[in-house]
């Protein structure tokens, strides 16, 4: 892990190099752990050019972070005053032009940091992107984590169908799967699950709820691992009995619209591209209007990282890269269906990481 932390260091102060920024101070959590290896819940790296890298963090992190970051070259600076303490780091070795990832840091701390600076010649600049597109690539030892987090996730999933029954509540049912996997292997929950039933389906992201399971009723279940601090991420929707016309309609357009997404994941692809390929399929079925997000998210140390599937999305596809590929349809009213797999890009045909059923017609239990 050490050994890796100090590459993927290096490839940090390559990158600097090519935007001509002289220093990075790195705010994001989990680019912090990808870049050491620190698991606090504080801490602000600064890498530097010519091997240097300092951890900003506080007493209560000591003595973790000290044996986290062992092997990486990271010097561990306890402050209760980080502003001040990034401030004078950078005036000794920053250089003059110096990025922070401004999508990590709150105004108030920027400013805290730039009044420090006054007087000095050190420039602060926004920079988006640099550790999270080194991310989004996986290497072996990240796959093992993603795909053990993928079995748990699958296993949840099969949990779920053997105790979900009718006059149970979303909530209780949600509870389950937490359980469930906390129990079985997981560090955690990758996020809390996501348990929508009946009319409740039209919600993307609705919370669980009081409401009791009943027969006819649509069952969404998103849900995910985390293992070794990595996520897995996946979605089924059921119906309790016998599905009606149009859930099995809808159902039917959300399955091809994801077969099809998956079959357009391949090295080079825009990640836009999947997403268009997804929506063209809805819109043959007139339900284009109704799938109201992106297609898929990258996946790893965060639930939603880089690339992104979407009409605004700018990243092409690697090979390495983990995503997931998720259509929905959303009726207000009615209901939805979303079906949602984590899959592995590659120089051939993408993998799919998660194994649970996924039959072209709508699953009834
Ligand atoms: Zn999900
Ligand atoms: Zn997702």
């Excluded at 004078?88 to 110096?98: E, Q, S, T």
């Excluded at 985390?226 to 099995?248: A, F």
Aim: hydrophobic fraction near 40%.
């Amino acid at each position: 892990m050490q050994a890796t932390c100090r590459q993927r260091l290096e490839r940090v102060r390559s990158r600097l190099k090519e935007e001509k920024l002289t220093a990075l101070i790195v705010f994001s959590r989990a680019s912090v752990r990808y870049l050491t290896g620190f698991t606090g819940s504080a801490g602000i790296l600064i890498v530097g050019r010519d091997g240097c890298a300092w951890l900003v963090t506080d007493g209560r992190y000591k003595l973790q972070a000290k044996e986290q970051t062992k092997g990486t070259g990271v010097k561990i600076v306890i402050t209760r005053m980080s502003d001040r303490v990034i401030a004078n780091i950078l005036k000794r070795a920053g250089g003059h032009r110096v990025g922070f990832e401004s999508r990590y840091c709150t105004v108030a701390f920027l400013e805290k940091i730039k009044g420090e600076l006054k007087g000095t010649k050190i420039r602060l600049e926004s920079v988006v992107g640099i550790v999270e597109d080194l991310r989004a690539v996986k290497d072996e030892r990240e796959l093992a984590h993603i795909r053990q987090a993928a079995q748990l996730a699958d296993a949840a999933f099969e949990q779920a169908l053997k105790v979900l029954k009718v006059g149970m509540t979303e909530r209780e049912l949600a509870w389950e799967i937490e359980a469930f996997l906390r129990t079985q292997g997981a560090d955690s929950i990758a996020f809390p699950p996501i348990i929508v039933s009946g009319e409740r389906t039209a919600l993307p992201h609705g919370q669980p709820s009081d409401r009791k399971l009943q027969k006819g009723d649509l069952v969404t279940m998103d849900l995910g691992a985390m293992v070794k601090g990595y996520c897995s991420d996946l979605t089924r929707t059921v119906v309790i009995g016998r599905p009606n016309g149009e859930q099995q309609r809808i159902y039917r357009a959300v399955w091809e619209a994801q077969q099809k997404g998956i079959e357009s994941l391949m090295s080079n692809q825009k990640g836009k591209k999947v997403d268009t390929v997804v929506r063209e399929v809805l819109d043959k079925y007139g339900l284009k209007k109704l799938f109201i997000h992106g297609t898929g998210h990258g996946v790893g140390l965060e639930i939603h990282e880089a690339p992104s599937l979407g009409q605004r999305s700018k990243d092409i596809l690697k090979p390495n890269m983990v995503v997931t590929v998720e259509p929905g349809v959303y009726v207000p009213n009615f209901g939805g269906v979303r079906i949602e797999d984590l899959v592995l890009v590659t120089d051939g045909k993408p993998e799919v990481l998660t194994h649970s059923l996924n039959p072209p017609k709508i699953l009834s239990v």
